[in-house]
């Protein structure tokens, strides 16, 4: 049974700006999916919870259905909120990240969806990611890879359009963006950097990831290149925190 004792208040800031039921719902939330929780698989009850938080009821009640309509917790009527963990994807961040291979068995199917595209100029973030030219001429795919039909991931890509033109087509086709790429004629390419951080969805993440109000996701911003080590993808990604952990790995490095 997830429950606080009275030191547990002092994760409740209330000077962060953060509404307070979104803190009682990241804790709880955090606390599932490291795996604190009693055989029974409940809640504390609602009063017990406002008490070790030092807030009201209504503040855990905001929570809990929060949680519950991400699925992370159930309320049963007359008997409590059941907790209901779901095992992590664990996708792996190496020199070849592919997602379709870095679900492997942990999934019967995965793929990628083109939502929309666009060409837009290069922004100086894009440019000095690409080593392009600023305004260069950029096609911008929005995307989500999905697990055996559930959202785990959404992205922004920018590719140099010049070259790419043909990349929305091909991903339409293929469902893959590394099947696209090699369509457009790069047969492999090697993740140059990763950086890794932790916020709050936005509300694009929560309809594209069908998540709840206050979900954290992990974002990557990652630069994929060619085997000449040129540059070729800029992708800002957010992932599902409550259904990956993203591990990093240095198992094939000696064979990029």
């Given amino acids: 049974m997830i429950a606080m004792n009275r030191s547990g208040n002092g994760r409740i800031d209330r000077t962060a700006g953060v509404a307070l039921w979104r803190q009682v719902a990241d804790y709880i939330r955090r606390s599932i999916a ?8 409940m809640l504390a009850p609602e009063t017990e919870l406002a008490a070790s938080f030092g807030v009201n009821r209504h503040t855990v009640r905001s929570a809990i259905a929060a ?3 991400e699925g992370v917790v159930r309320p049963i009527h007359g008997v409590g909120t059941m907790i209901r963990p779901s095992r992590k994807l664990k996708l792996p961040l190496t020199r070849r990240t592919r997602f379709s291979q870095g679900v492997g068995d942990q999934a019967k199917e995965a793929g990628a ?7 837009e100029p290069a922004s100086s973030e894009v440019a000095e990611a690409l080593v392009l030219e600023h305004g260069a001429d950029c096609i911008v795919l929005e995307t989500t890879h999905s697990a055996d039909g559930k959202p785990v991931s959404t992205a922004t890509n920018w590719l140099e359009a010049h070259r790419f ?3 929305p087509d091909r991903l339409l086709a293929l469902g893959s963006i590394s099947a696209a790429l090699a369509a457009c004629g790069v047969a492999d390419y090697v993740r140059l ?3 890794i951080s932790a916020t709050h969805a936005t509300n694009e993440d ?5 998540l709840a109000a206050g979900a954290v996701v992990l974002e990557t911003k990652a630069v994929n290149g060619d085997a000449n080590g040129k540059p070729i993808q800029y992708a800002r990604s957010r992932f599902d925190a409550g259904r990956t952990s993203l591990v990093i790995s240095f198992a ?3 064979l990029a």
Avoid: F, P, Q, W
């Fill in 34 to 41: 490291e795996g604190i929780y009693d055989e029974r698989m």
């Fill in 67 to 69: 949680l519950a309509s």
């Fill in 113 to 119: 969806t083109l939502l929309s595209h666009r060409i």
């Fill in 165 to 167: 033109e043909n990349m």
């Fill in 193 to 195: 950097s990763t950086e």
């Fill in 206 to 210: 929560l309809v594209r990831l069908k």
């Fill in 252 to 254: 094939n490095d000696a």
